[in-house]
């Protein structure tokens, strides 16, 4: 069994920077992929970025060059360093780790 903890999250002002952790622990495996997902206000659950197992990064168009996905593969975890952080990116935010969910965590963008 896994268990998937997710950190990080709040409030920020437009512009500014955060950074999630996702964590696992249990039965986890050598090598590993990190999803990242929001849930906009009133939308479905949609991917953001991932990384795979060796390192291949994928980003949803409304982040690239904002968002960076990177991995710790001595602590399992995965990051998601948000930059210039928009309104619009407000929402909650999930990770993947084994087909594991972590919580959710709510990213607020206001001034």
């Known amino acids: 069994q896994v268990e998937v903890v997710l950190s990080g999250g709040g409030l920020v002002r437009p512009g500014g920077s955060l950074r999630l952790s996702c964590s696992a622990s249990g039965s986890v495996e050598r090598l590993w992929a990190v999803d990242w997902w929001r849930q906009l206000p009133g939308k479905s659950r949609e991917m953001v970025a991932s990384?795979?197992?060796?390192?291949?990064?994928w980003y949803h168009d409304s982040v690239k060059g904002r968002f960076t996905v990177s991995k710790d593969t001595t602590k399992v975890t995965g990051y998601l360093q948000m930059n210039m952080i928009y309104p619009e990116d407000t929402a909650v935010y999930f990770c993947n780790m084994f087909g594991t969910w972590g919580q959710g965590t709510q990213v607020t963008v206001s001034s």
């Open positions: 990384i795979t197992s060796v390192g291949r990064t």
